[in-house]
Each structure stands twice: as C-alpha cells, then as structure tokens.
C-alpha cells in the first residue's frame, strides 16, 4: 500500500480505491486576465496521495493498482467520493477505484533518435 504525508495517518483507501487531490483551479488566462469561477470548469486532473493495497482475484491474490504514489491523473467529469478532513486545513480530496481513473499523465520525455 502506498501512503502519503499526513493524510493518509487519517484516511486509509481499501482493496482498489485511490485517494485523490485534485489540481488547483486556474484563474487566471495566459494573457494575465482573471477568470471568472463559472467560467473555469470543473478540473479533471489530480494528483495521488493514497493508494489501497489492491482488489483480490477468485483466487486471493492480490490485484496491483495501475497507479502509484504522485501519479498525476485524469478524472472522469462525475463519480468518485468527496472527503473533506478538517484537520488538513479544510483540504478536499476525492475516493475514486482505481477503474474509474482514466489516464495518467507522464513527463514528456527527450527524443533521443
């Protein structure tokens, strides 16, 4: 099982459920002009900050998450559950299962032909 920081001391996902922080809102334009909230959008990426063990087979082994630790992730634009801990500051997070999530997002990479 992957845990981070303080957060997961509180909260601990189960079987295929990944914990979830999702990316803060831009609310600005690139040409610097303030964006109103409605105009914003839900945001769909976020990054891992807890990952339960893993669903079991027929036969009790242990299935592995498709994602980690850190991962930055896409998000489906409905589902999951919003937890919010009041000792992380009024943090929200969001539970998703692990076949919910669907895509990560990985550093592009140097070409090296």
Same mark, same amino acid.
């Given at each position: 099982?992957?845990?981070?920081?303080?957060?997961?001391?509180?909260?601990?996902?189960?079987?295929?459920?990944?914990?979830?922080?999702? +990316?803060?809102?831009?609310?600005?334009?690139?040409?610097?002009?303030?964006?109103?909230?409605?105009?914003?959008?839900?945001?769909?990426?976020?990054?891992?900050?807890?990952?339960?063990?893993?669903?079991?087979?027929?036969?009790?082994?242990?299935?592995?998450?498709? +994602?980690?630790?850190?991962?930055?992730?896409?998000?489906?634009?409905?589902?999951?559950?919003?937890?919010?801990?009041?000792?992380?500051?009024?943090?929200?997070?969001?539970?998703?299962?692990?076949?919910?999530?669907?895509?990560?997002?990985?550093?592009?990479?140097?070409?090296?032909?």
């Amino acid at each position: 099982m992957s845990s981070g920081g303080g957060v997961v001391r509180k909260l601990r996902p189960l079987f295929d459920r990944v914990l979830v922080e999702r +990316v803060a809102k831009e609310t600005r334009s690139k040409g610097g002009i303030m964006l109103p909230e409605k105009s914003v959008g839900k945001v769909l990426e976020a990054t891992v900050v807890a990952c339960g063990p893993g669903k079991r087979d027929e036969k009790g082994s242990v299935i592995p998450l498709s +994602v980690k630790l850190g991962d930055r992730v896409l998000l489906p634009e409905f589902g999951g559950t919003k937890v919010q801990l009041e000792d992380e500051g009024g943090r929200e997070y969001h539970l998703f299962r692990d076949t919910e999530i669907l895509a990560t997002f990985h550093p592009t990479e140097a070409d090296d032909s």
